[in-house]
C-alpha cells in the first residue's frame, strides 16, 4: 500500500524556520517526481514546489523562492521541505504528492500524504 | 505564470443531476491538467488525469474533457458520496497552477 505521511507541523513565530518531511513507502520512491501543495484555512489548493528525482533540478512559486527548499533522501525514502523566514500568509496544510513534469517524464500526481499544519503566527 | 479560471465557484445540486465543471486555461496547457475531489479535512483524490482519463477506482459516472483552453469535469447522476469541493490543475509548465475550486452543495 502506498504511503506518504508528512510531519514536523506546528506553530511558529514569524521569522523562524521549521522542516517538514514527508516518509514514502509501498512504491519506489527514488522514481518519482515529488511535489509539495499546501492549502491555507478555508482557500483552496496552492503548488508550492517540485523536486526532479534526483534532487537536481527544483521549481518554486514566486512567493516562496529564496525561502523554502525542497529537497529528497532517497535511501530514506523521504521527501523534505525547509521553511525559513516564514510569513502568516505560510499558514496552511501541506501536503506531500507524487507529480510533475521534466525531462520528458511526467508524473501524475496520483499518491498524496494525509497534510501536516503550518501555522506561523505570534 | 499560468492562470487557470474555474468555475462556477459553487453549485447547489440535486442527487442525479448532470455536473459539469470547467476550467480555462490562460495559456495552452495541452493535456496536462487533472482533476481533484477533495471532502472537508481530507487530502485531495485524484479523479482525471491528463485532461480525459479516469484515475483508478473512480466511479465512471465522472468523466473529463477538452475543448481547446477548455476543460471540464462532468459527473453524471450525482450520488451523496460526490458532494465534495472540485480542483483544476495544470502541470504543463511551472510553477503549476490551480483553479479557485468549486464547492458542490446539495439543495
Known amino acids: 500500500e502506498v504511503q506518504l505521511v508528512e510531519s514536523g507541523g506546528g506553530l511558529v513565530q514569524p521569522g523562524r524556520s521549521l522542516k517538514l518531511s514527508c516518509a514514502a513507502s509501498?512504491?519506489?520512491?527514488?522514481?518519482?517526481?515529488m511535489a509539495w501543495v499546501r492549502q491555507a484555512p478555508t482557500k483552496g489548493l496552492e503548488w508550492v514546489a517540485y523536486?526532479?528525482?534526483?534532487?537536481?533540478?527544483?521549481y518554486y512559486r514566486d512567493s516562496v523562492k529564496g525561502r523554502f527548499t525542497i529537497s529528497r533522501d532517497n535511501a530514506k525514502s523521504t521527501l523534505y521541505l525547509q521553511m525559513d523566514s516564514l510569513r502568516s500568509e505560510d499558514t496552511a496544510t501541506y501536503y506531500c504528492?507524487?507529480?510533475?513534469?521534466?525531462?520528458?517524464?511526467?508524473?501524475?500526481?496520483?499518491?498524496w500524504g494525509q497534510g501536516v499544519m503550518v501555522t506561523v503566527s505570534s | 505564470d499560468i492562470q487557470m479560471t474555474q468555475s462556477p465557484s459553487s453549485m447547489s445540486v440535486s442527487l442525479g443531476d448532470t455536473v459539469t465543471i470547467t476550467c480555462r486555461a490562460s495559456?495552452?496547457?495541452?493535456?496536462?491538467v487533472n482533476w481533484f475531489q477533495q471532502k472537508p479535512g481530507k487530502s485531495p483524490r485524484r479523479m482525471i488525469y491528463r485532461a480525459t482519463n479516469l484515475a483508478d477506482g473512480v466511479p465512471s459516472r465522472f468523466s473529463g474533457s477538452r475543448s481547446g483552453s477548455d476543460y471540464s469535469l462532468t459527473i453524471s447522476s450525482l450520488e451523496s458520496e460526490d458532494v465534495a469541493d472540485y480542483h483544476c490543475l495544470q502541470y504543463d509548465e511551472y510553477p503549476n497552477t490551480f483553479g479557485a475550486g468549486t464547492k458542490l452543495e446539495l439543495k
Open positions: 523536486i526532479s528525482t534526483g534532487g537536481g533540478s527544483t
Open positions: 504528492t507524487t507529480g510533475g513534469r521534466n525531462y520528458g517524464y511526467t508524473y501524475d500526481f496520483d499518491y
Open positions: 509501498g512504491f519506489t520512491f527514488s522514481n518519482y517526481y
Open positions: 495559456q495552452d496547457v495541452g493535456i496536462y
